[in-house]
């Protein structure tokens, strides 16, 4: 049991919709991550925010959106769906600030994504 | 730029048995590493990090990993293996920019049999 919970569980969804998925993390974690991970693959890194403000970003388009909240909740948007983007989406949360020394990153449980 | 290489997709492996996983890694920087391991339909959970200092990490369920510097590797070992181990294990390397933004090797699945 990690504190990072994600929902929903699953989504199914058809090319070119919309979806949002949520995570809420550990009380006190300022620092929320999210990943894609594809079938078979590791984990890819989205982008991350610290405190509200996106942090960082990876090789995603901007149909990839995110938003993180006070209360330690965040969202992933996804526009215009397209079938690569089924997959695993993970966030994962940590203090931040501190360094890894003294900070460990916690993932949730993921959410499935299907595309059709 | 950093990356991870996992050299095996698959380790298959009889119980008791021991069990080394492999990982490589490519960083230009001061290096952290980190090893996850994933159970079916579930999360990552670290099983270990290496930041520094001595070379031998130990971790969760028995596991450690030794970092060597010149091979630039990171291999995850465990003495003798359970059935509850057989999960995906994955490496992982931060980006520059943060040591929480991950860069994670395409993994390797531990299957342990009876």
């Known amino acids: 049991e990690t504190g990072v919970t994600q929902s929903p569980t699953h989504l199914i969804k058809t090319r070119g919709q919309q979806v949002t998925l949520r995570c809420s993390s550990q009380s006190g974690h300022n620092t929320v991550s999210w990943y894609q991970q594809a079938l078979g693959q590791g984990p890819q890194f989205i982008f991350q925010y610290y405190r509200e403000e996106e942090n960082g970003r990876g090789n995603f388009p901007p149909r990839f959106s995110g938003l993180q909240f006070p209360n330690y909740s965040s969202e992933l948007n996804v526009n215009a769906l397209e079938l690569d983007d089924s997959a695993l989406y993970l966030c994962?949360?940590?203090?931040?600030?501190?360094?890894?020394?003294?900070?460990?990153?916690?993932f949730g449980p993921g959410t499935r994504l299907t595309v059709l | 730029a950093q990356s991870v290489t996992q050299l095996d997709s698959q380790v298959p492996v009889f119980e008791e048995a021991p069990v080394e996983l492999r990982c490589n890694y490519s960083?230009?920087?001061?290096?952290?590493l980190f090893w996850y391991v994933q159970y079916p339909n579930q999360g990552l959970q670290l099983l270990l990090k290496?930041?520094?200092?001595?070379?031998l990490v130990k971790g969760i369920n028995g596991f450690e990993a030794e970092f060597n510097k010149s091979q630039t590797s990171f291999h995850l070992r465990k003495p003798s293996v359970h059935i509850s181990d057989t999960a995906e294990y994955f490496c992982a390397v931060p980006r520059m920019d943060s040591s929480y933004k991950l860069i994670f090797g395409s993994g390797t699945r531990l299957l342990v049999r009876p």
């Open positions: 960083s230009s920087v001061s290096v952290y």
């Open positions: 290496y930041l520094s200092g001595s070379t």
């Open positions: 994962a949360s940590n203090l931040g600030g501190t360094g890894p020394s003294t900070d460990t990153q916690y």
